[in-house]
Structure formats: C-alpha cells, structure tokens
C-alpha cells in the first residue's frame, strides 16, 4: 500500500502537515486536496494545537502547486474520476477552497510555511494563507498560472495585493515568472531566508514560541486582523475592542500577569 499524499501528524501542540509527492515536486493531487482540507478541519477544533506547520517532503520542493496530470485535467472534464479522492472532490466544490484556505475556509489559528525547494503555482497561493514563512535560500516561487493559459484562481488575485506592493503583485500575476527566495524575502513575501537544513528548525522554534503564548489571545489577534483587512478603520477599532474585551475575560488572561509577578512561565489553558 503507497504512502498518503499527504501526512497530518501532532506532536507537542504543534500540528504538522507535510506534501508527500516529492516524487512529482509534491504536486497536489486529488487526494492532497481532499487531506489537505481534513486536516485543517482538524486543526481548527482540536484545542490540543496551539500552531500549525505545513511544509513538503525532501528538499526539492515545498509543493509545485496542483498536479497538471490528475487534478486539473478532472476539474476541466478532460479526464474522469477514477477513485474515491475525485468523486470526492467533485462531488464537494467546498474541498479545494477548504484546502487552500480560500474564501469562508478561514482559520484562526496560526500557521508557519516552511518552503523548502519548488513553491510554485498553487503553492505560492497557499502560503498567502499562512502567517510565518521561512524559506530555504534555494527555494523559488511562481504563480505560473497565466502561462498554461488559466488563471490563479486560489486566492492570490485577492490576497497578494494586500501582503505586497500592488505592482509587484501584478507582476507575479501577469508574467508567471519565477522568483528566488531573496527577491521574496526583499518584496515581504517571506519573513526570513535561511539555509536549507535550517528551515525545519527555524519553523519549529517559532511554533514553540507561538505554542508558550496565550492561545485565546493568540487566536482573537489572528482574527481581528483578518476581519479587519476589508473593512473601515471604525469597523477594524470596534472588531480589535470586541475581541479585547473577550479574552480580557479568559482565565489566562488573569493567569499571564500573575505569572509575571511570581516569576514564572505561565500555564495557559485557553480560556
């Protein structure tokens, strides 16, 4: 029996998802959507995980995004579903939004890309959807999309706009050309650059960081400033003061001060 598509593992608060394609440069198929899609379903409401991790396997690519042979081909009709994944898939159109966080897909809690290799296509779309991205300094990123004739459709036409310069934003969209890890770094695409043995660990120890902090408040900053992003100053203030004054009431919110006056680390429990 091969191995999944896709890997969901959970290790000390810390969800972790990994591409396991490297084969065809993790390449989402089908089936990586429709795990994708569960497993942040999944992150969503175990309280267990403070922080997730999304990342690819081997060092050649975070993920080329989806899968010309098999995924693509089965959206546009020229190829049939041939197993439980395609029914799956076009059965439900919720599951690629789902999986790349598209849409009413929002998640609250934070994520960390760590981009090792090829992040290309539907993989530069996903990491618009995480907080932190640690990139290896042989990593490379694309929205190819436009050259094979379709356009991204997974979010970057709305998103990356907003998290990059708008004209450097319409480059990515309307030349498909790829870009190295500095230049991504230098526009705001990336937060850090780092070696490739590196990015693992990198990611990690900012997981463990974001895991310490007070989950509730963690949770509620992730959300105001998602519902803030398209809204009017007065809209953002009322959203930031309403979300404030919830985890004003949480028992960690007491705890984080009372631990500061004891001298020590704090044992936050999420409410």
Request: with cysteine; net charge negative.
């Amino acid at each position: 029996m091969s191995e999944p598509g896709l890997l969901y593992e959970k290790r000390d608060g810390i969800a972790y998802i990994t591409f396991n394609r490297p084969q065809v440069r993790n390449a989402m198929s089908p089936e990586v959507f429709c795990r994708l899609a569960d497993a942040w379903q999944d992150y969503a409401v175990d309280d267990s995980l403070r922080v997730a991790i999304i990342t690819g396997a081997g060092d050649r690519a975070f993920t080329a995004g989806a899968d010309l042979g098999t995924f693509i081909p089965l959206l546009s009709g020229a190829r049939q579903p041939e197993d439980e994944w395609d029914r799956r898939l076009l059965k439900d159109n919720q599951i690629s939004d789902g999986a790349i966080l598209r849409g009413e897909a929002t998640l609250y809690k934070p994520i960390i890309a760590a981009i090792n290799g090829f992040c290309l296509g539907g993989g530069t779309e996903l990491i618009q959807a995480t907080d932190l991205r640690i990139a290896a300094d042989h990593a490379t990123f694309a929205l190819t999309e436009v050259i094979r004739g379709f356009m991204p459709a997974g979010g970057s036409t709305v998103r990356l706009p907003r998290q990059i310069p708008y004209c450097k934003a319409m480059e990515i969209l309307l030349l498909g050309e790829r870009m190295n890890a500095q230049e991504a770094y230098r526009i705001g695409l990336v937060n850090e650059v780092v070696p490739a043995d590196q990015v693992m660990p990198r990611a990690e120890e900012l997981a463990r960081k974001i895991a310490a902090n007070g989950p509730v408040a963690v949770r509620k900053i992730k959300e105001t400033v998602l519902r803030s992003l398209s809204v009017s100053f007065e809209e953002g203030f009322r959203i930031e003061q309403e979300n404030a004054g919830m985890v004003l009431k949480t028992e960690d919110a007491q705890e984080g001060p009372r631990a500061f006056m004891e001298k020590r680390q704090p044992k936050y429990v999420g409410r």
